[in-house]
């Protein structure tokens, strides 16, 4: 079988639509339909079904996509392992993945403090959502991935190494000019009257729960379509926004925040393979640490307790020597 066609049926699955493949792959419908029947022919069971909004895999389908995928990315890494050492380059790039929030500010911090200690070094940063990020690195797509554990949460997966950088309060994110900008931690009931963006579940989710402890609700009236369009409407004046406290540095600045009094938190940390490390891997969580520190603000004198604790925090990810 020819690795295109499984190519093919992966960004098929990945997609949900022949039509988006083929324009992803650069070719007809037709011919990505041609190749996924003649996959089918060949392992004589259905891959793909069709639903309304296009299509999907098969029980069977999926399981071949999954092993598909691991081929792929092997067949990728003997590509570039080839190349470079056909060119005298040792070290493959490394491919870093983010929440929004944490590709905003800490993880991009981090690495300069990695080309800092290690030197030159080709890399890129893909953001994603949590879920979005943790089968990326388990499939070999990421070498590191900086999540968090809002809703949904993490799964627990024996092939992943997750370590906890640390707990992050979540603080109000303002219109500047704001009467609250700016002022001590706030109880929610004194803006839970106001009208709320958000981008997603997670920090909806978030929100939701702090304002039930305290006996409000809060009016999610607007939604985002990610973080750089839920901070817009904040700036215009239309809403405010529960937002990550180590984004805070990193906004516009026609913004503001207010910390609330016993803030949701949300935990973040890495997670990597367990075998097949990066080289730069190590030295890259050593700066994750120290940039989530520096960026993380003064927490309120608080500890997180009912949903919102983190029985981790204890025992945080440290930086080892500089080296």
């Not at 049926?9 to 041609?34: D, I, N, Y």
């Not at 992050?168 to 709320?196: C, F, K, S, Y």
Request: proline share 9%.
């Amino acid at each position: 079988m020819e690795l295109t066609v499984w190519r093919t049926f992966v960004t098929v699955c990945r997609l949900g639509s022949l039509s988006a493949a083929a324009a992803e792959l650069h070719h007809t419908q037709s011919a990505v339909s041609r190749q996924i029947a003649g996959l089918e022919r060949q392992l004589g069971v259905d891959l793909m079904e069709r639903h309304a909004r296009g299509v999907r895999p098969t029980p069977a389908g999926e399981v071949f996509r999954r092993h598909a995928q691991a081929t792929l990315n092997e067949a990728d890494r003997a590509v570039r392992a080839a190349r470079d050492a056909g060119d005298g380059t040792s070290t493959k790039p490394l491919v870093v993945g983010a929440t929004p929030s944490l590709a905003a500010g800490i993880v991009p911090e981090a690495v300069r403090g990695l080309l800092e200690r290690v030197g030159p070094l080709n890399w890129s940063l893909l953001p994603g959502l949590s879920a979005q990020l943790h089968p990326r690195v388990v499939d070999g797509d990421l070498d590191l991935a900086v999540v968090t554990d809002a809703p949904p949460g993490l799964p627990d997966d024996p092939r992943i190494e997750r370590r906890l950088l640390g707990v992050d309060d979540m603080v109000v994110v303002l219109p500047a000019g704001h009467p609250q900008a700016g002022r001590n931690p706030v109880h929610i009931q004194a803006l839970a009257e106001q009208t709320w963006v958000e981008d997603n579940d997670g920090s909806a989710a978030l929100l939701r729960r702090h304002a039930a402890r305290a006996g409000v609700s809060a009016r999610i009236d607007l939604a985002a379509a990610d973080l750089l369009g839920k901070l817009a409407l904040v700036a215009s004046g239309h809403a405010i926004a529960l937002i990550p406290g180590v984004l805070s540095c990193a906004l516009r600045a026609d913004v503001s925040t207010v910390p609330l009094v016993d803030p949701p938190t949300r935990g973040i940390y890495t997670i990597t393979p367990r075998r097949d490390l990066h080289p730069s891997t190590a030295p890259l969580l050593d700066q994750l640490a120290i940039a989530f520190a520096a960026a993380r603000p003064p927490r309120a004198a608080h500890r997180p307790t009912g949903t919102d604790a983190h029985p981790e925090a204890s025992a945080p990810y440290m930086p080892g020597p500089a080296g």
